[in-house]
Every structure is written in C-alpha cells, then in structure tokens.
C-alpha cells in the first residue's frame, strides 16, 4: 500500500523485505540520542519477525527511505475500538525540516484510523520541543496540561 499525502514525499508501508531498512533507522536514532541499540543486525531480525507476525505496522518515508514510523495496536481497554502506540518516529537529520516527519506522521494518522483505532498515544521527551512542536500542530495533547509527565520502565 503507497500512502502519498505530498507529492514531493514518498510513504510506504514497510514488509518483510523491507528489515534492514527499518533496522538502519531504528539503530541511527538511538545512536543520535545515546540510547542502548542492540545494533543492525538484531534489530533486522527482530523487524522481520515483527512485521512477517504482524505485531508491528512499519511506514517508511523518502527516497533511500530516510523516515520511519513503527505503530504497535491492541484492544481498547475503555472503547470497542482498538489503540494505536506510536513507538517510534524518526527522520535522519539531513531530511529535517522539509516536511516528511510531518508526511510520516500524517501517514500513521491515517494508517491507525484504517485500523481502527480510535486514539492514539505516543512519548517523547520533554526536552524533545521539535517533536512535541509537531505533535502538538498535529493535534496531540499533553495530558498533564504543561506538567512534567513521568513514564517508568524496568527491565525484567
């Protein structure tokens, strides 16, 4: 399926052929932000499991693709509707600022609401204002009105 919201940019859903791309951009963001990444070969592995199972909703933007979005659904808890997790949205640095985040966004909008989802849910850190400047333009709202939103996690 070919997602095109802008004529200059080129929106995809990923398959299973298309892992060592996902696994590339997946790698260069945590590496960007000095997060833990188990590097490219692993993630290659574990996107293809995840797509070929259907456990992950991958788009991919640009040309090399220089984007990506990983969506995650499950049923609602509150709605008979399912909820979409945006896990991940990432653009390399040298395609910022001309418009695919925003043309990825748009298309994983598009995607969970073709999937049923009635809401969406994402992080980002709060020292992160490009990302929250285009979630919120995008009509995402900070649940806590401005104040310092916690998300914990352990590993097991």
């Known amino acids: 399926m070919m997602v095109t919201l802008e004529s200059e940019h080129r929106i995809r859903l990923a398959g299973v052929e298309d892992a060592p ?3 590339r951009l ?25 797509l070929a199972e259907g456990q992950a909703t ?29 896990e991940e949205l990432y653009v390399a640095p040298q395609h910022r600022g001309h418009g695919l985040g925003r043309a990825v966004l748009d298309a ?8 049923g989802a009635g809401r969406i ?24 009105d401005g104040e310092q939103m916690f998300y914990y996690e352990r590993d097991l």
């Open 21 to 23: 791309d996902a696994a």
């Open 26 to 50: 997946l790698h260069d963001f945590n590496t960007e932000f000095d997060d833990p990444t188990p590097g490219v070969a692993d993630l290659t592995v574990r996107m293809r499991r995840l």
């Open 58 to 86: 991958v788009l991919l933007g640009g040309e090399r693709p220089d984007a990506i979005a990983v969506l995650r659904f499950r049923p609602s808890l509150w709605a008979d509707s399912t909820d979409a997790y945006l």
């Open 108 to 115: 994983a909008l598009a995607v969970a609401r073709d999937r």
């Open 121 to 144: 849910e994402l992080g980002t850190d709060e020292d992160d204002t490009v990302a929250r400047a285009l979630y919120e333009s995008s009509g995402f709202t900070n649940l806590d």
